[in-house]
T-cell receptor, first 114, second 111 residues
């Protein structure tokens, strides 16, 4: 569809588990983003990476740990999560970080923490 | 800090009718961009329309148009001739020094 893929699409994990979300973009973009989408709340921007460097971290708890090994891949490592962390996690990419350039979104990972 | 407010959690429209989704924002910046994104059920979020703050002319994209009122910090989306495929969650977004999204409006289209 839009050139941004996310795996897995669904994830159920216990509070003591460690898991990782993966995002890959095939658009040649230089910026990548992680968002958290919870019901009836604004879409929350978690992290912004520009050219593999983290340029924004919006007070996200340390139990979420992003990793950007190259400009095409972005990971979100999860450990000791809480039930309130259950949400849809969206990855996006854009030509340049935080400008008027359109963001291309992935399909999201539906995370349930039990 | 910049904020984006979408005051309508849900809206309904009859097929072929027109509907307007509201968005207001708060900022002290003079140079920024505004977007409307569409997230269909179980599908990826896509850009619907974009508006540069320095442009007075309202952006249009086929059946989608905006009413941008810079002084009032208002950025509403008008969908004309609504179609069943327009049913989705619509997000208003602000992009200046920060990138901020609203909470979204669910649009239902009745046949």
């Amino acid at each position: 569809e839009t050139g941004v893929t996310q795996t897995p699409r669904h994830l159920v994990m216990g509070m003591t588990n460690k898991k990782s979300l993966k995002c890959e973009q095939h658009l040649g973009h230089n910026a990548m983003y992680w968002y958290k989408q919870s019901a009836k709340k604004p879409l929350e921007l978690m992290f912004v990476y520009s050219l593999e460097e983290r340029v924004e971290n919006n007070s996200v708890p340390s139990r979420f740990s992003p990793e950007c090994p190259n400009s095409s891949h972005l990971f979100l490592h999860l450990h000791t999560l809480q039930p309130e962390d259950s949400a849809l996690y969206l990855c996006a990419s854009s030509q340049v970080a935080r400008t008027a350039y359109e963001q291309y979104f992935g399909p999201g990972t539906r995370l349930t923490v039990t | 800090a910049q904020t984006v407010t979408q005051s309508q959690p849900e809206m309904s429209v009859q097929e072929a009718e027109t509907v307007t989704l509201s968005c207001t924002y708060d900022t002290s910046e003079s140079d920024y961009y505004l977007f409307w994104y569409k997230q269909p059920p179980s599908r990826q979020m896509i850009l619907v329309i974009r508006q540069e703050a320095y442009k007075q002319q309202n952006a249009t994209e086929n059946r989608f148009s905006v009413n941008f009122q810079k002084a009032a910090k208002s950025f509403s989306l008008k969908i004309s001739d609504s179609q069943l495929g327009d049913a989705a969650m619509y997000f208003c977004a602000y992009c200046g020094n920060k990138l901020v999204f609203g909470a979204g409006t669910i649009l239902r289209v009745k046949s």
